[in-house]
């Protein structure tokens, strides 16, 4: 099955500058590749994701881009705030077809943002 | 988000017990899923259902059994055959497979004592 590897697992920055979160994957059928952000003790929430057909995503101060030859992808977020800090998700799943519901996801990152 | 809620939010077990977990959504959405959260884990897969009347085991299915009678309920049961049920448990319901968005529900906190 799909493997999905998330780094680093901690990561702290200073208010202004820029994170950036590495996620690979095995599974070189994976298409569809969604990003969560979840607070302390809520539910995870999706900011960005990112379909095989592109290589890359913005959404305001969030980026997401995909190498799909090297199987990694990778979360920016630029100007980064104090309420930027939470535990950060990569996922993956094929999409459509056979193991499209099985999303993996990557065992997280804490982000700290430092004013 | 607010579409899929989760009960109760805390609950506690007692060794040898059975307990359910309940989950009900009103987006409409065909797909429904359970993932457990460990401290420093990412989310692990225990079952999905693509249907109704229909459920496929995830990664970790040992010690749980769901139902999907009707389309808006998804409840889990964590049974005594669960080594370890003390977790972070959340469920989750999407419109096509996980290529489309995948909403959670606030989660239940399980605790055996």
Same mark, same amino acid.
């Given at each position: 099955?799909?493997?999905?590897?998330?780094?680093?697992?901690?990561?702290?920055?200073?208010?202004?500058?820029?994170?950036?979160?590495?996620?690979?994957?095995?599974?070189?059928?994976?298409?569809?590749?969604?990003?969560?952000?979840?607070?302390?003790? +809520?539910?995870?929430?999706?900011?960005?994701?990112?379909?095989?057909?592109?290589?890359?995503?913005?959404?305001?101060?969030?980026?997401?881009?995909?190498? +799909?030859?090297?199987?990694?992808?990778?979360?920016?977020?630029?100007?980064?705030?104090?309420?930027?800090?939470?535990?950060?998700?990569?996922?993956?799943?094929?999409?459509?077809?056979?193991?499209?519901?099985?999303?993996?996801?990557?065992?997280?990152?804490?982000?700290?943002?430092?004013? | 988000?607010?579409?899929?809620t989760q009960s109760p939010k805390y609950l506690f077990r007692k060794e040898g017990q059975n307990v359910t977990l309940s989950c009900e =959504?009103?987006? !409409?959405?065909?797909?429904?899923?359970w993932y457990r959260q460990d401290?420093? =884990?990412?989310?692990?897969?225990i079952y999905?259902? =693509?249907?109704? !009347?229909?459920f496929?085991?995830?990664?970790i299915a040992e010690g749980y059994s769901v139902s999907r009678?009707?389309?808006?309920s998804f409840p889990l049961t964590v049974t005594s055959a669960q080594k370890n049920p003390t977790a972070f448990y959340l469920c989750?319901?999407?419109? =096509?497979?996980?290529? !489309?968005?995948?909403?959670?529900g606030e989660g239940s906190w399980l605790t055996v004592v």
């Open positions: 099955g799909e493997n999905v590897e998330q780094h680093p697992s901690t990561l702290s920055v200073q208010e202004g500058d820029s994170a950036v979160i590495k996620c690979t994957y095995s599974d070189s059928a994976s298409n569809y590749f969604p990003w969560y952000k979840q607070e302390l003790g +809520k539910r995870p929430q999706l900011i960005i994701d990112i379909r095989s057909n592109v290589g890359e995503k913005k959404d305001q101060r969030i980026a997401v881009t995909l190498n +799909k030859t090297a199987k990694h992808f990778s979360l920016h977020i630029t100007e980064t705030q104090p309420e930027d800090s939470a535990v950060y998700f990569c996922a993956a799943s094929k999409g459509s077809g056979a193991g499209s519901y099985q999303l993996t996801f990557g065992k997280g990152t804490k982000l700290s943002v430092i004013p | 988000d607010g579409g899929i =959504q009103n987006l !409409n959405h065909d797909a429904m899923y401290p420093g =884990q990412g989310l692990r897969l999905y259902s =693509q249907i109704v !009347n229909d496929q085991k995830g990664d009678e009707k389309k808006e989750a319901s999407s419109n =096509q497979g996980s290529g !489309n968005t995948i909403y959670f």
